[in-house]
């Protein structure tokens, strides 16, 4: 993850990454990279325990650490799925609902003033070079918050909000990025499904759960994460709205790489870094 300068010296990449440059995630079965816009379109991925779901999902939070025009909101039940970055993030939620749900119901704030600010400006989407961040949440476990914690009417506004944030966030650079390992349609209908652009069926226990991931008779035609092998973590089938769903081996990062990535991008993010912009700020009230 170098370049090389003039003088021969490694420079490294990070500050001038942005999350709106394409995200590495793995290689096809051809061998080709794989690459998604995640500020576009929100990723979802379903399967089940030991798939590789967290590898997906730190491969998005490692690139939106080193992006120092980028924000994370973090949601992990477990603490140590995403704890790597959370001095990095600008809220972390655990094991507490009341904390998740004040957490996205800033978000959707935050979501409907940046609409009101594209309004002013006579535009559908914010641009990369409108110089706002990117907020993008990632969530390692919907169903701690959708079915787990709190009471039923808490985790029903929790889906709820969720559902308006995928909603809105995919124009106004705020992208959310869910995982679970329990693919329902009590907890993933297929409204919310298919306002996530890409989905990411690992390995599933049952074709329905294949469907609910990727949509509706995927399996029929042949696309069944039930097919994936249990030795093969990892491997998911993975779609883009508008196309077919590809076998791809996500790219893995170990738990000591992670935290090298996490100590570098928390350099790089110091502030006043005269290489890089101060991308951590916490100030995150603002639609900016
Ligand atoms: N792309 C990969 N290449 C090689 N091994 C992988 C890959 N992804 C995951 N693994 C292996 O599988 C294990 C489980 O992966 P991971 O924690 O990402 O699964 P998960 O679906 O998130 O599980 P859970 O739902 O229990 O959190 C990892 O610890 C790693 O050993």
Redesign the pocket.
């Known amino acids: 993850m170098t370049l090389t300068a003039s003088d021969d010296a490694p420079v490294p990449v990070g500050p001038s990454l942005s999350m709106f440059d394409p995200v590495f995630v793995?290689i096809d079965e051809f061998g080709e990279p794989v690459y998604l816009d995640i500020v576009y379109h929100n990723l979802l991925a379903g399967?089940?325990?030991?798939?590789?779901?967290?590898?997906l999902l730190n491969n998005v939070a490692c690139t939106a650490t080193l992006a120092t025009n980028t924000r994370m909101v973090l949601f992990d039940g477990k603490l140590v799925?995403l704890g790597a970055y959370r001095d990095l993030a600008d809220a972390f939620v655990g094991y507490d609902i009341d904390h998740a749900l004040s957490v996205v119901r800033r978000l959707l704030t935050v979501a409907t003033n940046r609409y009101r600010w594209l309004l002013g400006q006579r535009r559908r989407k914010v641009l990369p070079t409108d110089d706002l961040t990117v907020i993008v949440t990632i969530i390692?476990?919907l169903a701690v918050y959708c079915t787990l914690l709190g009471t039923k009417a808490q985790q029903e506004e929790f889906a709820t909000l969720i559902r308006g944030l995928v909603f809105l966030g995919r124009a106004c650079a705020m992208p959310v990025v869910a995982?679970t390992?329990r693919p329902s349609w009590d907890m993933i209908p297929a409204s919310l499904r298919d306002q996530f652009g890409y989905r990411a069926a690992?390995r599933c226990t049952s074709r329905n759960s294949s469907d609910i991931v990727l949509g509706q008779d995927w399996a029929d035609r042949g696309y069944n994460a039930v097919d994936i092998a249990p030795t093969n973590?990892?491997a998911v089938l993975l779609l883009a709205e508008g196309g077919i769903p590809r076998l791809v081996?996500?790219?893995?990062l170990t738990d000591e790489q992670i935290y090298h990535i996490v100590d570098y991008a928390e350099w790089i993010r110091r502030p006043n870094n005269p290489a890089g912009r101060d991308g951590h700020r916490r100030d995150w009230d603002m639609a900016a």
Do not use: N, R
């Not at 399967?47 to 590898?55: H, I, V, Y």
């Not at 081996?249 to 893995?252: H, N």
């Open positions: 793995g399967g089940e325990s030991g798939g590789g779901k967290s590898g799925e390692d476990e995982a390992q690992f973590p990892g081996k996500t790219a893995y």
